[in-house]
């Protein structure tokens, strides 16, 4: 059936790294496709049953069945059973999991699974999929209620590790292979298949699916009703108390709020604190959904002022001899020093956590060291907090959640048995020498005035020599421009700021380091003198005194920095000749 080859590999490929990234791709297609933000997995079964069987399965076949489904949790075998047996009376299932899957060298397995759409008006998919364990074959099936806004390939195809261990996607018709989505198979699927190959993401132990901890269809649900419901609002009164990017930081918070909300639907009684609540945004979402709890931060936020009073936001600090007895969760949202605080107050307080850490810190509030150099930084920081964690007697999960941010891994501790009285006051022991061995007496408090990083306040002689250091790279290389009076001005190259960063000296450049933005932000701040665009360096030319003359009071740099002197004479340059 799948006989037309859309991409085919050049080099041969080892069978357990063809099961690596396919399973990969299987558990997550929304690494790859755009349109999906999470798939529930229904049923995994071996089965037993007639040679092409599959090939016989068709969309009307499997819409009818989709239509009956009323929800996620009515995929049982019977269901199955129901789907496949019109092919073949014969047909034996017997339920099985992905771990069992990948130990196994043969056997023919079928998975069953809905794909949830990023958009909300797209409709969600049920997939098919038979993994051929002997024959490295995975074909693939989806269908929807309707073909409009079709968020999977809307025909059978098939990733095959063929003879020599050739790696190829095929399809059954050259109909198919005449569309947009056989040109993502080819283009998008095939080219991460292949990445996946060559690195070893697929054997990293801490990726884990997202929203592993909550159904994704209840997520999904949940998220799409607090962002229509806050989401319009909330961007438009954002930028007049706040400086932020309402486009993360509003969206980001209704992921989290939403996840929060799945992850607590069991719990009857939940009363939270918000440590380093910040912007108070996920409490004001929080409270407004019902939830019981406040939020405390060293110092007030403008934005606060846009919620309504109910929101209940407190300024206060949180150090080592806090507790919280009265809430049964502590919230640790890109809580910074206080990141590896949380699993020990929710120790003291009787109370579970959650904690999504950011910027790595330790328990004297000074930058976490690290341990381990063969992982990332991220990931030694977050395996540090993972043995807090366990050290504090908490079970210990571990989420990754679906916001924009590259750090998006999450930890959930939950009381366990252990926490009897007699243990827990071992437990608080053997923590406190952990906290004392990391000399948590010293522990540094957030200060409750902001500090300015942005290479405004650094000194002048430093500066002056960051930017001459640019403007001399810049001008290595000539480019000359005519000026008005018929003369020539060398306006210099390009350069890139990853090129310009290795003239700077180290010392110089460690000072950098402790801004915002470092070198980018500096050169930023110096617009009358650079042109900065997606991270490429030139120089400007002055303004004209027709373009403004908000400029005429101040000196003009070029006159007296560039070896051309200014572009334009005293009378039309927009700075002051002197």
Known sequence: MFQIPLATSSTPIPQDKFWDAVLLYHNRPNLVNRKITAVSQALLCEVCFKPNLLERLNRPSLLYHLRRLSSVETITEEFLKSLLEPYDQTLKLTHTTMDQFKVVRNGQFISLRVLYPRARNHPKAMEIVLLDKERCKVTCLAVSDTEKHFIAPPYPYQIELAEHGILKINVGSFEDADTA????????????????????????????????????????????????????????????????????????????????????????????????CGNGLLVYLLNQEGYEGYGVDVRRRPIWDI??????????????????????????????????????????????FFVLPCCPYDFNGQKFIRRNTSVSAYADYLDYIEEVSEKCGFFTEIDKLRIPSTKRTCLVGRETTRKTTPNKQQILKEIIELVEQKTAENFVQRSDTEKVRNCTKLERSLIKEIVQICVVKLLQEERHVEKPDGTKWNQGTQVRISELIKEIPSNTLKQLKQECGGLQTLLKNHRYIFKVLNGIISLQKPCCIKETEKYKDKPCWFLKNHPDGCFYDSSDCGYRHE
Do not use: M
Request: charged residues 25%; aromatic residues 12%.
């Open 307 to 352: 919620y309504p009073p109910t929101t209940k936001l407190e300024v206060g600090t949180i150090g080592p001899n806090s507790t919280f007895p009265d809430t049964s969760w502590i919230l640790g949202n890109h809580s910074d020093e206080l990141t590896p605080w949380i699993p020990v107050l929710a120790l003291k307080s009787n109370s579970n």
């Open 181 to 276: 989505q056989a040109e993502w198979l080819a283009d998008k699927l095939f080219t991460k298949l292949l990445k996946w190959v060559d690195s070893d993401d697929c054997d990293n132990k801490r990726i884990v699916p997202s929203l592993s901890l909550v159904k994704a269809d209840e997520y999904c649900l949940t998220y799409n009703r607090l962002k229509e419901l806050y989401g319009t609002d909330l961007v438009k009164k954002w930028p007049i108390k706040s400086g932020t990017d309402p486009q993360k930081y509003v969206f980001e918070d209704i992921a989290i709020a939403s996840y929060l909300i799945c992850l607590w639907k069991e719990d009857r009684d939940v009363r939270f604190i918000d440590c380093g």
